[in-house]
T-cell receptor, first 117, second 112 residues
Framework: AQSVTQLGSHVSVSEGALVLLRCNYS??????LFWYVQYPNQGLQLLLK??????LVKGINGFEAEFKKSETSFHLTKPSAHMSDAAEYFC???????????????FGQGTTLQVKP | DGGITQSPKYLFRKEGQNVTLSCEQN?????MYWYRQDPGQGLRLIYY???????QKGDIAEGYSVSREKKESFPLTVTSAQKNPTAFYLC???????????FGSGTRLTVV
Protein backbone atom coordinates (compact mmCIF):
# COMPACT_ATOMS: atom_id res chain seq x y z
CA ALA A 1 0.00 0.00 0.00
CA GLN A 2 1.16 3.47 -0.75
CA SER A 3 2.14 5.64 2.16
CA VAL A 4 3.78 8.91 2.99
CA THR A 5 6.27 9.55 5.78
CA GLN A 6 7.26 12.97 6.96
CA LEU A 7 10.42 12.85 9.03
CA GLY A 8 10.15 15.08 12.06
CA SER A 9 6.84 16.23 13.46
CA HIS A 10 8.42 19.54 14.54
CA VAL A 11 11.19 21.51 12.86
CA SER A 12 12.60 24.73 14.30
CA VAL A 13 14.76 27.18 12.35
CA SER A 14 15.98 30.71 12.83
CA GLU A 15 14.67 33.50 10.65
CA GLY A 16 16.82 33.66 7.52
CA ALA A 17 18.01 30.05 7.82
CA LEU A 18 17.40 27.25 5.34
CA VAL A 19 14.14 25.37 5.66
CA LEU A 20 14.19 21.63 4.90
CA LEU A 21 11.10 19.50 5.45
CA ARG A 22 11.46 15.83 4.57
CA CYS A 23 8.97 13.60 2.81
CA ASN A 24 9.41 10.02 1.66
CA TYR A 25 6.86 7.85 -0.04
CA SER A 26 6.50 4.14 -0.62
CA UNK A 27 5.28 3.08 -4.02
CA UNK A 28 6.27 0.75 -6.80
CA UNK A 29 5.41 3.35 -9.40
CA UNK A 30 6.18 7.06 -9.41
CA UNK A 31 3.30 8.89 -7.79
CA UNK A 32 2.09 12.42 -8.15
CA LEU A 33 3.34 14.43 -5.16
CA PHE A 34 2.11 17.52 -3.36
CA TRP A 35 3.02 19.88 -0.54
CA TYR A 36 0.34 21.79 1.32
CA VAL A 37 0.57 24.42 4.06
CA GLN A 38 -1.94 24.93 6.85
CA TYR A 39 -2.19 27.92 9.17
CA PRO A 40 -4.00 27.51 12.51
CA ASN A 41 -7.70 26.76 12.21
CA GLN A 42 -7.65 27.07 8.44
CA GLY A 43 -7.83 24.77 5.48
CA LEU A 44 -4.86 23.59 3.45
CA GLN A 45 -3.31 25.62 0.66
CA LEU A 46 -1.36 24.05 -2.19
CA LEU A 47 2.32 25.05 -2.18
CA LEU A 48 3.47 23.00 -5.17
CA LYS A 49 3.00 19.71 -6.97
CA UNK A 50 4.95 17.28 -9.10
CA UNK A 51 3.18 15.30 -11.79
CA UNK A 52 5.56 14.76 -14.71
CA UNK A 53 8.48 16.56 -16.34
CA UNK A 54 11.08 18.59 -14.48
CA UNK A 55 11.86 17.05 -11.11
CA LEU A 56 12.61 20.38 -9.44
CA VAL A 57 9.32 22.10 -8.79
CA LYS A 58 8.94 25.70 -7.71
CA GLY A 59 5.95 26.79 -5.69
CA ILE A 60 4.52 29.80 -3.95
CA ASN A 61 6.20 31.84 -1.21
CA GLY A 62 9.70 30.87 -2.36
CA PHE A 63 9.35 27.15 -1.67
CA GLU A 64 10.59 24.41 -3.95
CA ALA A 65 10.82 20.63 -3.88
CA GLU A 66 12.75 18.03 -5.81
CA PHE A 67 11.41 14.64 -6.80
CA LYS A 68 14.12 11.99 -6.43
CA LYS A 69 12.90 8.65 -7.68
CA SER A 70 15.98 6.75 -6.53
CA GLU A 71 15.46 7.99 -2.98
CA THR A 72 11.63 7.96 -3.10
CA SER A 73 11.75 11.45 -1.68
CA PHE A 74 10.12 14.82 -2.25
CA HIS A 75 11.72 17.16 0.27
CA LEU A 76 10.53 20.76 0.60
CA THR A 77 13.07 23.57 0.87
CA LYS A 78 13.26 27.34 1.16
CA PRO A 79 16.59 29.17 1.19
CA SER A 80 15.66 31.74 3.84
CA ALA A 81 12.90 31.31 6.42
CA HIS A 82 10.53 34.11 7.23
CA MET A 83 8.42 34.45 10.35
CA SER A 84 5.30 34.11 8.21
CA ASP A 85 6.41 30.60 7.17
CA ALA A 86 5.52 29.25 10.61
CA ALA A 87 2.72 26.76 9.94
CA GLU A 88 2.04 23.06 9.51
CA TYR A 89 3.15 21.43 6.28
CA PHE A 90 1.72 18.29 4.72
CA CYS A 91 3.16 16.08 2.04
CA UNK A 92 0.64 14.09 -0.01
CA UNK A 93 0.66 11.52 -2.81
CA UNK A 94 -1.77 10.03 -5.24
CA UNK A 95 -1.33 6.84 -7.22
CA UNK A 96 -4.80 6.96 -8.71
CA UNK A 97 -3.65 7.87 -12.17
CA UNK A 98 -5.15 7.54 -15.60
CA UNK A 99 -8.42 5.71 -16.12
CA UNK A 100 -8.62 4.58 -12.52
CA UNK A 101 -8.25 8.09 -11.19
CA UNK A 102 -10.33 8.76 -8.13
CA UNK A 103 -8.30 11.81 -7.23
CA UNK A 104 -7.76 10.58 -3.70
CA UNK A 105 -4.77 11.99 -1.87
CA UNK A 106 -2.93 10.26 0.96
CA PHE A 107 -1.40 12.66 3.44
CA GLY A 108 1.60 12.44 5.70
CA GLN A 109 1.24 13.20 9.38
CA GLY A 110 2.43 16.77 9.01
CA THR A 111 5.44 18.79 10.13
CA THR A 112 5.06 21.89 12.24
CA LEU A 113 7.59 24.54 11.28
CA GLN A 114 8.63 27.00 13.96
CA VAL A 115 10.60 30.09 12.95
CA LYS A 116 12.57 31.81 15.69
CA PRO A 117 13.46 35.51 15.49
CA ASP B 1 -14.70 34.61 -6.11
CA GLY B 2 -14.95 30.86 -6.49
CA GLY B 3 -14.19 28.64 -3.57
CA ILE B 4 -15.39 26.14 -1.00
CA THR B 5 -17.48 27.22 1.96
CA GLN B 6 -17.71 25.14 5.09
CA SER B 7 -20.15 26.06 7.79
CA PRO B 8 -20.26 26.54 10.64
CA LYS B 9 -16.62 27.19 11.57
CA TYR B 10 -17.17 26.00 15.14
CA LEU B 11 -19.84 23.52 16.24
CA PHE B 12 -20.68 22.18 19.66
CA ARG B 13 -22.98 19.23 20.22
CA LYS B 14 -23.99 16.97 23.04
CA GLU B 15 -22.94 13.35 22.99
CA GLY B 16 -25.48 11.13 21.26
CA GLN B 17 -26.75 13.78 18.86
CA ASN B 18 -26.34 13.66 15.10
CA VAL B 19 -24.85 16.73 13.50
CA THR B 20 -24.50 17.80 9.87
CA LEU B 21 -21.55 19.76 8.51
CA SER B 22 -22.11 21.81 5.39
CA CYS B 23 -19.78 21.99 2.38
CA GLU B 24 -20.64 24.05 -0.70
CA GLN B 25 -18.43 24.83 -3.71
CA ASN B 26 -18.92 27.13 -6.69
CA UNK B 27 -15.86 25.98 -8.60
CA UNK B 28 -17.81 23.59 -10.83
CA UNK B 29 -15.61 20.78 -9.54
CA UNK B 30 -16.81 17.22 -10.08
CA UNK B 31 -15.20 15.51 -7.12
CA MET B 32 -15.60 16.31 -3.44
CA TYR B 33 -13.97 14.85 -0.35
CA TRP B 34 -14.29 14.86 3.42
CA TYR B 35 -11.25 14.49 5.65
CA ARG B 36 -10.88 14.33 9.39
CA GLN B 37 -7.83 15.92 11.02
CA ASP B 38 -6.56 15.00 14.48
CA PRO B 39 -3.32 16.26 16.04
CA GLY B 40 -0.33 14.19 14.93
CA GLN B 41 -2.40 11.99 12.60
CA GLY B 42 -2.51 14.02 9.43
CA LEU B 43 -5.68 13.91 7.34
CA ARG B 44 -7.76 10.77 7.02
CA LEU B 45 -10.33 10.29 4.28
CA ILE B 46 -13.92 9.78 5.41
CA TYR B 47 -15.96 9.81 2.17
CA TYR B 48 -15.56 11.01 -1.37
CA UNK B 49 -17.79 11.57 -4.36
CA UNK B 50 -16.82 11.85 -8.00
CA UNK B 51 -20.27 12.51 -9.46
CA UNK B 52 -23.73 13.48 -8.29
CA UNK B 53 -25.72 10.74 -6.55
CA UNK B 54 -22.64 8.59 -6.07
CA UNK B 55 -20.11 8.39 -3.25
CA GLN B 56 -17.59 5.95 -1.79
CA LYS B 57 -16.31 5.18 1.67
CA GLY B 58 -12.84 6.29 2.62
CA ASP B 59 -10.59 4.86 5.29
CA ILE B 60 -12.65 5.90 8.33
CA ALA B 61 -16.30 5.97 7.18
CA GLU B 62 -17.81 4.24 10.23
CA GLY B 63 -20.14 6.57 12.11
CA TYR B 64 -20.44 9.04 9.23
CA SER B 65 -22.87 9.47 6.33
CA VAL B 66 -22.95 11.74 3.27
CA SER B 67 -25.16 12.69 0.35
CA ARG B 68 -24.45 14.22 -3.06
CA GLU B 69 -27.75 15.41 -4.46
CA LYS B 70 -26.24 18.46 -6.13
CA LYS B 71 -22.86 19.00 -7.73
CA GLU B 72 -22.22 22.00 -5.48
CA SER B 73 -23.02 20.38 -2.15
CA PHE B 74 -21.57 17.48 -0.15
CA PRO B 75 -22.85 17.53 3.45
CA LEU B 76 -21.39 15.25 6.09
CA THR B 77 -23.45 13.87 8.97
CA VAL B 78 -21.62 12.78 12.09
CA THR B 79 -23.88 10.23 13.71
CA SER B 80 -24.13 9.09 17.32
CA ALA B 81 -22.36 5.90 16.23
CA GLN B 82 -19.08 7.78 15.76
CA LYS B 83 -17.23 7.01 18.97
CA ASN B 84 -14.85 9.94 19.02
CA PRO B 85 -16.32 12.73 16.86
CA THR B 86 -14.42 15.69 18.29
CA ALA B 87 -12.05 16.76 15.49
CA PHE B 88 -11.35 19.27 12.74
CA TYR B 89 -13.22 18.39 9.55
CA LEU B 90 -12.03 19.51 6.13
CA CYS B 91 -13.91 19.44 2.86
CA UNK B 92 -12.10 19.56 -0.48
CA UNK B 93 -12.91 19.44 -4.17
CA UNK B 94 -11.12 18.77 -7.42
CA UNK B 95 -11.71 18.70 -11.14
CA UNK B 96 -12.29 15.21 -12.48
CA UNK B 97 -9.14 13.76 -14.04
CA UNK B 98 -7.09 16.44 -12.37
CA UNK B 99 -4.80 16.20 -9.41
CA UNK B 100 -4.69 18.18 -6.23
CA UNK B 101 -7.45 19.70 -4.12
CA UNK B 102 -8.98 23.03 -3.21
CA PHE B 103 -9.81 23.01 0.50
CA GLY B 104 -12.45 24.71 2.56
CA SER B 105 -11.52 26.47 5.80
CA GLY B 106 -12.75 23.62 7.99
CA THR B 107 -15.27 23.01 10.77
CA ARG B 108 -14.11 22.31 14.30
CA LEU B 109 -16.58 19.97 15.97
CA THR B 110 -16.58 19.55 19.72
CA VAL B 111 -18.83 16.98 21.32
CA VAL B 112 -19.41 17.32 25.05
Amino acid sequence: AQSVTQLGSHVSVSEGALVLLRCNYSSSVPPYLFWYVQYPNQGLQLLLKYTTGATLVKGINGFEAEFKKSETSFHLTKPSAHMSDAAEYFCAVTLDLGSSNTGKLIFGQGTTLQVKP
Amino acid sequence: DGGITQSPKYLFRKEGQNVTLSCEQNLNHDAMYWYRQDPGQGLRLIYYSQIVNDFQKGDIAEGYSVSREKKESFPLTVTSAQKNPTAFYLCASSIRDSYGYTFGSGTRLTVV
